[in-house]
Every structure is written in C-alpha cells, then in structure tokens.
C-alpha cells in the first residue's frame, strides 16, 4: 500500500525516484496519465518534473520494473 490518490492531492505523499535503480526504460513515463509528471533526463533516468501536478494513481509504482519508484510521506 502506497497511500491513497487523496494524500497526494492533499500534498501529504510524493513520488520519488531511486536513481540507482532506474534503468530509463520510460515505461513510468508512458502510463502516466498526466504525462507531465515525469521526465527523461540527459542521463537516461527517469525523473520527476511537477510533483504537484501528480494524482497519485500509483501506475508509474507498479509499472516500474526495478521497485526504483515509491510514494514517501512528507514531513508536516
Ligand atoms: S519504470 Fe522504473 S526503471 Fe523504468 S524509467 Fe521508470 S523509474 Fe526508471
Ligand atoms: S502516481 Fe500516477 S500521476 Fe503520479 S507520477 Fe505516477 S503515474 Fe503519474
């Protein structure tokens, strides 16, 4: 369990990105919904563009091969 799409509308999760473990296969990118969310970078690796634009629908986190994306709590 991830959290719910309303925490991240609330602003209360994000996503994130392990570096390490991303290999830029882009199929985050690709089932995205929003499509803006998320952004190759000059590196290959996949990173997050516009964290506030995310609906938290978790398909960018179960699409990942690698677990290289999670939803982490923010700090209040
Ligand atoms: S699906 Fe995972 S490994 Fe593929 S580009 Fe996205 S974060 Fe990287
Ligand atoms: S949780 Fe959904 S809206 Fe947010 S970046 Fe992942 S696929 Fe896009």
């Known amino acids: 369990?991830?959290?719910?799409?309303?925490?991240?509308?609330e602003n209360?999760?994000?996503i994130v990105i392990n570096a390490q473990k991303c290999v830029g296969c882009t199929l985050c990118m690709r089932f995205c919904?929003?499509?803006t969310v998320l952004e190759q970078g000059?590196?290959?690796r996949v990173h997050r563009s516009r964290e506030m634009a995310c609906a938290?629908?978790?398909k960018c986190i179960d699409r990942c091969p690698n677990a290289a994306i999670s939803?982490?709590?923010?700090?209040t």
Request: proline share 8%.
């Open 12 to 14: 209360r999760l994000s």
């Open 71 to 75: 939803a982490i709590r923010r700090a």
């Open 42 to 44: 000059s590196d290959g």
């Open 56 to 58: 938290g629908c978790m």
């Open 33 to 35: 919904p929003l499509g």
């Open 1 to 9: 369990m991830y959290g719910t799409p309303r925490e991240f509308l």
